[in-house]
């Protein structure tokens, strides 16, 4: 069955430090987004982007965050200057045009020190 | 503002039982409704969608209601199993038709 997949699964890093995390939507589907969920809260709407551009995006979604598809196959989200606050588990999420589910990944957990 | 509002305590059923968990939402207007379970450290996972001339829709033991005029989402889980624990969340697009959001779920706990 396909799956989205995402790398790395954990990543630490410094604070003040890049960070790009990684994901395979499946191959067929036309519709990109990227959550995150602090420990213990609810999972949070980042962006979403289709026809490789932004659709849509929330207010957490700062000038610190960018998100690319580089290629026919990955999308990344960029932490420009990671802060604190930012340590939380990011999933990527994708679906097709036909219907209104969402398929998300594992999740990518960010630990910033 | 747009609001998701679902039962923030846990909820403790016994195996066999059906559990019941609600969804309220407020300044949404939504064609569509969907609920999703989520275990401990991992994604969300797709249940079910109801659109909004459904009034319900089911998928083997569990069952979805979907009322615009009260602006509530029922959903039931029935002869449920310990298996069934886990985190359920309501979501909703936004007007804009391309976010998803979430509500903060609700756990549920089955006990043998």
């Known amino acids: 069955e396909p799956e989205v997949t995402q790398t790395p699964s954990h990543q630490v890093t410094q604070m003040g430090q890049e960070v790009i995390l990684r994901c395979v939507p499946i191959?067929?589907?036309?519709?990109f987004y990227w959550y995150r969920q602090i420990l213990g809260q609810k999972v949070e709407f980042l962006v979403s982007?289709?026809?490789?551009?932004?659709?849509?995006k929330s207010e957490i979604f700062d000038d610190q965050f960018s998100v690319e598809r580089p290629d026919g196959s990955n999308f990344t989200l960029k932490i420009r200057s990671t802060k604190l606050e930012d340590s939380a588990m990011y999933f990527c999420a994708s679906r097709s045009g036909s219907t209104g589910e969402l398929f998300f990944g594992e999740g990518s957990r960010l630990t910033v020190l | 503002s747009q609001k998701i509002e679902q039962n923030s305590e846990a909820l403790n059923i016994q195996e066999g039982k059906t559990a019941t968990l609600t969804c309220n939402y407020t300044?949404?207007?939504?064609?569509?409704l969907q609920w999703y379970r989520q275990d401990p450290g991992r994604g969300p996972v797709f249940l079910l969608l109801?659109?909004?001339?459904?009034k319900e829709k089911r998928k083997e033991r569990l069952k979805v209601t979907f009322d615009t005029t009260l602006k509530q989402s029922l959903f039931h889980i029935t002869a449920s199993q310990p298996a069934d624990s886990a985190t359920y969340l309501c979501a909703l697009n936004s007007n804009s038709g391309y976010a998803l959001n979430f509500g903060k779920g609700t756990s549920l706990l089955v006990t043998p």
């Open positions: 109801i659109r909004e001339n459904e």
């Open positions: 300044n949404y207007s939504p064609a569509y």
């Open positions: 191959s067929n589907h036309l519709y």
């Open positions: 982007f289709y026809n490789n551009e932004i659709s849509e």
